[in-house]
Every structure is written in C-alpha cells, then in structure tokens.
C-alpha cells in the first residue's frame, strides 16, 4: 500500500484529478495541523497545494519517510524550508500547466494599457464620451525577467502579436521564443529600454527585491510593469512611489509581497494599477489539471521511471 497524503489549505475542497491513481493508493486529504502531524510520518508522497500557511514546516517530522513531495505550483520557494530543502527527498512541480493561462494574462495586460481600457471603464461610469487615441503593440519592446518555461510562452504570445521580445535568465542563449535571451547581467540595461517588463521569475535569494527604487529608477519613463512572477521580487514601496511621480505609466498585478492586499493599502485606490487575487494561471479546469499531471508523473515514478518537473533545490 502506498500512501499518499494531500496537504490542502483550511477551506478548500480535495485536489481533483486523482481518479486515475491505481486502486492500491491510499489516499488522505488534510488541512487541520494535528491531522498533519498524524499523517506525515506514515506518508510515501505528499502533495501540496497549501503553500502559504507555513503548516509543513512546523509539522515536517524528525525522520520522514516520505520518497517524494510534489507541488502543484510552479514556484517551490515555500516548500524550501532548511529540513526539506537539505533532504534528498525530490521535490516536483506544476510545470507547463500554467503557461499558457500566464501568457494570456500577461498579453491581456499588454492590451489593456496599450488601448487604455481602464480609462474607457473610467469614461463609462462616469458617462462621458471622450475620444482618444491609443498606443499599438506592434514593434514595442517587451523584457522578461524570467526566461523559463512560462516566461518562454508569454514570449511566444507577445511575439506573435509583433512585439520585440528580450528575455533575462541566469545565463545567455538561444531560445526560439525569444528574439535575445540575456544573462541576468544585462538587466539594467535592457530595463532602460522596455516598454512593458514583465517579470515570470521565481523567488530566490537572487531576485528577492530586486525590483526597487534603482531598478525603477532605470525603467524607461513611461513603462509598464506586469508582475505575474512572485511578489516579493518587487519591493512596493518603490512600485508606488514610481508609479505616483509618473516615471512607470502603469503596472499589472497578480502578486504581493503581502498576500492578501490589505483593504486600506494605497495601491488599491492608484488609478494606473491593475490588481488580480494571484490567479494569472488559473483557468477553468485547472484544480483537475494539476491532478491528472499527479497521477501521470506517480504512474511513471511506480513503473521506475525517472519523475518529471524535477526541481533543483
């Protein structure tokens, strides 16, 4: 029997998905800590879907048993607290599921600035017929700090759409989604001229705040920031003070350094901003996505094949 331990968060339902796991998988779905610290100790795999309480680690035991933990996310940054992330214990992820529901976020983004949307709705409500003339796409140069498998995608997207797409990543190469991808180097210079920066890179120690008052201080006057990376990479204090002095035309949103926004934070109320509920990714379906991805990767782990979406830790 091989037991298989599903962490959700307090409030919501079982992970979808799972039919298709062989009949001799248990499967035992928590959110309370104390079922949490009954479980873990006699878990094969876990699986988590609760990435922001900090549960795991208070309830990770002294000697797991666990050969395998698996996030349904792309970003694992939460899971590497120093007892998982120095075990041999494998850790993957959600790769791929997401992208596409990314990249037409972040396209929609592009759009809503360039064809002012947001000052239409303004007009509306207001019930004022006022024309104006709105930007084009097409040749704007767009930066992604991120060159992975999602930033890859939103590349694919916005140069499909005529954009000039740069990409920053640890080192240079060639990517065909990618007009140029460029070591993390040359950020600074490639911020000087992008018209719309869209940041798709993990959390790490490298990226944590890096986008503060010198990188925004290095944006080209008038650029758009989207943010479907992590929140933490950019410092809000800086966004805000940039964006209130008119150097940043407008930013899109779908991550914070603190999560939920607070109802009295100021950038609720900035008239440039658009704020989404960390949901870029999340499509129609994707709760039995992330599921059936579960259940391919464990039918091959069982058939002694190498996991996929392996995480370097």
Request: include cysteine.
């Amino acid at each position: 029997m091989t037991r298989v331990v599903v962490l959700v968060a307090p409030g919501e339902s079982e992970l979808a998905g799972l039919d298709g796991l062989p009949g001799e998988v248990e499967v035992q779905t928590v959110s309370a800590e104390a079922d949490l610290r009954e479980a873990l100790p006699h878990a094969d795999v876990l699986v988590v879907t609760d990435f922001r309480t900090g549960l795991l680690e208070r309830c990770w035991p002294a000697n797991p048993k666990i050969k395998w933990v698996h996030a349904t996310s792309a970003g694992v940054d939460a899971l590497l607290f120093p007892a998982l992330a120095e075990s041999d214990i494998p850790i993957t992820n959600a790769k791929g599921i997401f992208d596409r529901g990314i990249a037409e976020y972040v396209l929609g983004a592009v759009l809503l600035f360039a064809k002012d949307t947001m000052g239409n709705l303004a007009l509306q409500r207001e019930h004022r017929w006022q024309h104006r003339d709105t930007e084009m796409i097409d040749q704007r140069r767009a930066l992604i700090v991120g060159a992975g498998s999602i930033g890859g995608e939103v590349a694919r997207l916005l140069k499909a759409v005529g954009m000039q797409v740069t990409g920053i990543a640890r080192r240079a190469r060639e990517d065909v989604n990618f007009d140029v991808v460029l070591g993390n180097d040359c950020l600074f210079d490639c911020l000087s001229v992008a018209d719309y920066v869209v940041i798709t890179a993990p959390l790490t120690e490298d990226t944590q705040g890096l986008f503060d008052d010198r990188a925004f201080a290095a944006m080209k006057s008038g650029a758009r920031l989207i943010n479907v990376g992590r929140g933490p990479i950019v410092q809000t204090e800086a966004l805000l003070a940039s964006l209130q002095s008119g150097h940043l035309a407008g930013a899109a949103l779908d991550v914070f350094e603190q999560e939920p926004v607070p109802e009295d934070h100021p950038l609720w109320e900035q008239p440039n901003v658009m704020m989404s509920a960390h949901m870029a990714g999340d499509f129609i379906g994707w709760q039995t996505a992330l599921g059936e991805q579960f259940v391919a990767n464990f039918k091959g782990w069982q058939q002694g094949q190498a996991l996929f979406n392996q995480v370097k830790k």
